[in-house]
Every structure is written in C-alpha cells, then in structure tokens.
C-alpha cells in the first residue's frame, strides 16, 4: 500500500519536459538550452521533479509517471502512435503545455519561396494548433481575451513583447477557451501566407486578430497552447554570420507577463 501510495504521489508531482531542435542535435534556429533551464528553474521552484528530453521518441515512457508534459521544440513533432499516446495521458487528466514551435512540425519546400509550407499531422489535431508562418521578429501587443481564467491569473490585460507573430490556425474554435490575442496590423505583415497555403486561416471572424494562446478540455485533462516563446543565440543560427547583427535574443522569456503565464500554467490542474 505504500509503495502505491508513493508512485500516485511521484505521478501527481512530476513533469517531463521536451526541448529541441531536428535534426537531431541542431537548434533549427533557437536556444533551447536556454528555454530549457528556464522551465526546469520554474519546475524547481515548485519543487516539482522533471525528466527532459530532444524529441517525443520516449514519450509515453515518462507521460506513465507525469501529470504535466511541456514542449518546446522546433521541427520534432509526435507520430500517430506517440499522439495516440499523448491524447490517452490527457484524457485521463494529464495537462498539455505546449509552446511556440510545437505547433509547427513537418514542412514541406514550396517552389519559388524560402519558407516552407508546414504539413498537417495527427498531433496537430490533438494540439489544437497548426502553424502557417511568422513575419520577422518584431514588437507587438499581446491582448489577454479571458482574464478570469486561473491561467491568466496576475497577468496584465496586454502586455507588450518582443517576439515572433505567429500565424496559427486553431483547429477546434468552438472547443477552445481563447487567452491571448493580438492584432498585429502593419507592424507585421505576411508576404508569403498566401504563397504557401490557399488562405490566411490563422485570422478570426473580425479580420485584424490572431489567438496567441488558448487552452482546451480534454476528458479529464487539458493542453494549453503559447505560441510566445522565441529565443536564439549566435550559435543557434545555422548557416548565417555570426557577428555583431546575430546578437542573443530572449524576447518574450524577459516578459513579466509571460513569466507569469508559465507559472501559473505549471500550477495548473484541469477540472
């Protein structure tokens, strides 16, 4: 009985956290040593036990003994069977912190354009996100939507950040409770979205927001999506110069307010 006992303790308290790039031991462009010893500092301050690991390839090994999983990942995405694996964690009351990159994935080239077009897979449907693309890294204002959830608790009704403006497509509006939002208006303005996909799904019904952050029930559980969160060092940006114009970039892991939003939502236990 008390060995029982004990592993529904360790379950209850423990995090596994995925931070990485692909392929396997490249950034794909962002410093995720820094990403995570941030999370793995938060995690520590709630004196809660982490697992970290590169991609989703022993996944549901250390979902068996964690109540909160979060990502952090540029290019590894989960297959059907790991998704399959993730989704049965959720369901039966795990939480699903996924950020900035996890909505992304595998992608495509796509004739007479740089960027790539993402390809949509089973765990985007499980996300709830898929990602279409980004203008440059500027600053904007990020908008909270829902203020009275325990998520956005503390956190400013906006706030301003420096960071990638993504360009996400939810793919369970009705389903999703919407935190954050944004209008980026000409401060970042996508060439390419249309060269790569039929349309511009990522805009709402007014034409001017994009959602940033929202979370969405599942079963017992949850998976809150950030696409906040873009970092990157000299080192981390493969193929270009490495010099004074390739300074290190922390953007919204500076923010207060995104500081706030991981703590809360390390805190965080579904209903």
């Known amino acids: 009985m008390a060995k029982a006992a004990e592993t529904a303790e360790t379950k209850f308290s423990r995090a596994h956290v995925i931070t990485g790039g692909f392929p396997p031991g490249m950034a794909a462009g ?31 090994k250390w979902l068996a003994v964690s109540r909160l999983l979060i990502t952090y990942v540029a290019g590894p995405y989960p297959d059907a069977a790991q998704t399959a694996a993730i989704q049965s964690w959720v369901e039966a009351g795990g939480h699903w912190l996924a950020l900035h990159g996890t909505s992304g994935g595998k992608a495509a080239r796509v004739e007479g354009v740089r960027q790539r077009r993402t390809i949509k897979t089973e765990h985007h449907a499980l996300l709830g996100a898929f990602f279409l693309t980004h203008p440059p890294f500027c600053k904007f204002v990020v908008d909270v939507r829902d203020a009275a959830h325990p998520l956005t608790k503390g956190v400013p009704a906006s706030f301003e950040v420096e960071d990638e403006p993504y360009f996400v497509e939810l793919q369970h509006p009705a389903s999703s409770r919407i935190l954050l939002t944004a209008e980026y208006g000409t401060r970042a303005v996508s060439d390419v979205v249309t060269k790569l996909y039929p349309s511009d799904t990522s805009l709402q019904p007014d034409g001017k927001t994009r959602v940033l952050g929202y979370t969405r029930t599942l079963g017992k559980g949850a998976v809150t999506y950030f696409a906040l969160g873009h970092c990157h060092n000299p080192a981390s940006r493969e193929g270009r110069p490495v010099g004074t114009d390739q300074p290190v970039v922390r953007g919204a892991w500076e923010s207060a307010a995104f500081d706030t939003l991981l703590r809360n939502a390390i805190s965080y236990t579904p209903a």
Not at 32 to 57: G, I, Q, Y
Request: aromatic letters at 4%.
């Open 30 to 60: 962002h410093d995720h040593d820094h990403a995570r010893l941030r999370l793995l500092t938060l995690l520590a301050e709630k004196e809660m036990p982490a697992s970290a690991a590169n991609d989703f390839s022993d996944v549901a």
